[in-house]
């Protein structure tokens, strides 16, 4: 149990474009998922956190306007890439949080690897 | 702010041989969870073990286990007979009991030799 997927696991796309990753929890539905970026050889950092049915919290230095997040069920989050730039390179992972209050546990996809050219 | 110090950037180790990662972590709260997560080159992060801070045991999944001493604020992971599916990277992470959102430290990348 407690499956986490993402698509696309890789994409390629052009300076100014938009890119849309999906994170699903397959097995269990979640409240609140989270969005990760690690660069190479770098840990994971966090960039939101996203509660169904309500507005993703931010963490300090990332641009809500840039990184759209959308958690419009209990088993899906989107996380969109607007206006792409070559910086927004990176690996991004989300996690779907899974157990009793208290009891949680974060369980990852398999990440999405961006490239902008 | 909670901080999570893993001081080993790189680790060796032979197969069938145990190794101890180290982990530090910086808080004000009382009750958290800790964590230690693989990241083997797949990229997917997979969870190893986990520790409740209000629990004195130490947690203990098969070959893996963890030394939590909470004065001391530190919770290394114990790989017990090393096998070549153990390299990967390892993250150690902190979690606040409220918040459930997830601090990561730097990884440990280790290396198990034939």
């Known amino acids: 149990g407690a499956v986490v997927s993402q698509h696309p696991s890789w994409v390629i796309c052009k300076s100014g474009t938009s890119v849309k990753i999906e994170c699903r929890s397959l097995?269990?539905?979640?409240?609140?998922m989270f969005w990760y970026r690690q660069f190479p050889k770098q840990s994971l950092m966090l960039m939101a956190t996203s509660n169904e049915g309500s507005k993703a919290t931010y963490e300090q230095g990332v641009e809500k306007d840039k990184f759209l997040i959308n958690h419009a069920s209990l088993t899906l989050s989107t996380l969109t890439v607007t206006s792409a730039h070559p910086e927004d390179s990176s690996f991004y992972i989300c996690?779907?949080?899974?157990?009793?209050?208290?009891?949680?546990?974060?369980?990852f996809g398999p990440g999405t690897r961006l490239l902008v050219l | 702010a909670q901080t999570v110090t893993q001081s080993q950037p790189e680790m060796s180790v032979q197969e069938a041989e145990t190794v101890t990662l180290s982990c530090t972590y910086d808080?004000?709260?009382?009750?958290?969870?800790l964590f230690w997560y693989k990241q083997p080159p797949s990229r997917q992060m997979i969870l190893v073990i986990r520790q409740e801070a209000y629990k004195q045991q130490n947690a203990t999944e098969n070959r893996f286990s963890v030394n939590f001493q909470k004065a001391a604020k530190s919770f290394s992971l114990k790989i017990s007979d090393s096998q070549l599916g153990d390299t990967a990277m390892y993250f150690c992470a902190f979690m606040k009991l409220r918040d459930n959102d997830m601090r990561f430290g730097a990884g440990t990348r280790l290396t198990v030799k034939p």
């Open positions: 996690s779907a949080s899974q157990g009793p209050p208290g009891l949680e546990t974060q369980y």
């Open positions: 808080t004000s709260e009382s009750n958290y969870y």
């Open positions: 097995d269990f539905q979640a409240t609140t």
